[in-house]
């Protein structure tokens, strides 16, 4: 079945310093690739998405870019703030999976100042 | 729009007791998502409805764990008898179609069960 493997964390950085959180990912068909992030005490919101191969998804200095051929979806950003204290779970819709999410296990990343 | 709506948002209650957890979905989402989270586990899909019927309900533990969707608007998650090992962070998430790629999450109800 579907599954997703991300990085073990905690992760703890410098504030400004470069992020990247490994993900690779096993899955029937076509999946669509998200990563979700989740602040303290809050619900998981969508931070980004790729549809297909080779897209990149971008949203607030974050990206990630489906690599059909390494089966992955790396998290990267250049400069972390504190404010990017956060889990981050990596997650994929497979093209059997009619609707479901099937999520990894999150990434605890802690940005000092 | 106000979001998904979870209540309550924290409960703690002894073991044996029935316990219920409440969704309300974004208007006009065609799914709904129950999910447990627990730092053993992590993230665990519980069961998921399209238009009010239940789709797959495969991640539900065992059967002290029901849950009903009676209208487009309201979800209920049930645990009857409650255990300590039920403890968890339980979020609720809606979705307006099954090509969207985006599932909207409530700011979830923290159970203990003592």
């Known amino acids: 079945g579907d599954s997703v493997t991300q990085m073990e964390g905690p992760v703890t950085l410098s504030e400004e310093a470069f992020l990247t959180i490994n993900c690779t990912y096993t899955a029937t068909g076509y999946p669509s690739l998200f990563w979700y992030v989740q602040y303290p005490g809050e619900g998981l919101q969508l931070l980004l998405k790729a549809t297909k191969a080779d897209d990149k998804g971008s949203n607030k200095g974050f990206e990630a870019t489906y690599r059909k051929e390494t089966t992955s979806f790396h998290l990267e950003k250049g400069s972390v703030q504190v404010s990017d204290s956060a889990v981050y779970f990596c997650?994929?819709?497979?093209?059997?999976?009619?609707?479901?999410?099937?999520f990894g296990q999150g990434t605890i990343l802690t940005v000092h100042p | 729009d106000a979001g998904v709506i979870q209540s309550p948002r924290h409960e703690v209650t002894e073991m044996g007791q029935e316990v219920t957890l409440r969704c309300k979905p974004i208007?006009?989402?065609?799914?709904l998502f129950w999910y447990r989270q627990t730092m053993m586990r992590g993230l665990e899909l519980l069961i998921y409805?399209?238009?009010?019927?239940?789709?797959?309900d495969s991640g539900m533990p065992e059967d002290r764990f029901s849950a009903k969707m009676p209208n487009a608007s309201f979800s209920t998650l049930k645990i009857q008898p409650s255990e300590p090992r039920d403890s968890a962070v339980y979020f609720c998430a809606s979705s307006p179609r099954l090509a969207s790629n985006e599932q909207y999450f409530g700011p979830g109800t923290r159970l203990t069960v003592t």
């Open positions: 997650a994929l819709k497979g093209g059997t999976s009619y609707g479901k999410l099937t």
């Open positions: 208007s006009g989402h065609d799914y």
């Open positions: 409805f399209n238009n009010n019927v239940p789709i797959d």
